[in-house]
Nanobody, 126 residues
Framework: QVPLVESGGGSVQAGGSLRLSCAAP????????MGWFRQAPGKEREGVAS????????NYSDSVKGRVTISLDKSKDTVHLELSSLKPEDTAKYYC???????????????????WGQGIQVTVSA
């Protein structure tokens, strides 16, 4: 199984923007849902955004709603996460994930996702 691979992370000042990408060859076609998660040091992994692979319905956590956009590029087997108006509290390692089931897509629950990338760091300075 080819792994999910995140890219586009880095360091940015507060108020800035980043675009994360996840190369997901073969996953979008066999998964009901693709998601982005993040984990800061000492904290649990939390859902950020998710998107149904059929219909493209999206879901966002309250902490990022209005500042984040998730999208699919099915022609390139890629999932994007646009981050804007970044805050220092957005600093975390961001993970891409795929879910075979659609059951937990709405709530972006980590345990409901089956395949994970290695993650990529996003650091926001004040």
């Amino acid at each position: 199984q080819v792994p999910l691979v995140e890219s586009g992370g880095g360091s940015v000042q507060a108020g800035g923007s980043l675009r994360l990408s996840c190369a997901a060859p073969g996953y979008i076609g066999k998964s009901w849902c693709m998601g982005w998660f993040r984990q800061a040091p000492g904290k649990e992994r939390e859902g950020v955004a998710s998107i149904f692979t059929i219909g493209d319905g999206t879901n966002y956590s309250d902490s990022v709603k209005g500042r984040v956009t998730i999208s699919l590029d099915k022609s390139k087997d890629t999932v994007h996460l646009e981050l804007s108006s970044l805050k220092p509290e957005d600093t975390a390692k961001y993970y891409c994930a795929a879910a075979i089931s659609k059951d937990y897509c709405h709530v972006i629950w980590p345990a409901g996702f089956d395949y994970w990338g290695q993650g990529i760091q996003v650091t926001v300075s004040a």
